[in-house]
């Protein structure tokens, strides 16, 4: 697969798991979850990068996104998450 596809959902959450809590996400720093369909048709949920999550508003269905690999936790305890970024241009 090419890692490339276009936002068909998404939602803006600040009040989220103990864990995304510890990352320092909450009610003043919301962060974003889409569901994503790629171009091979295949659709995925993962986290969203580079978008304002703290205004929504500013964040369409039909974005252009590519994939983006989201390393997490620290030392021995690091896991990757599959996460999108808005394509440039």
Known sequence: ???????????????????????????????????VELKEKTRVVARLKGVDSLNPDTIKVGLPVKVEFLKEGSDSNVHTILGFSPIEG
């Open 1 to 35: 697969m090419e890692g490339v596809g276009r936002l068909v959902a998404f939602t803006s959450i600040s009040i989220g798991p103990p864990s995304m809590v510890q990352q320092g996400y909450g009610r003043d720093n919301p962060y974003c979850t889409g569901v």
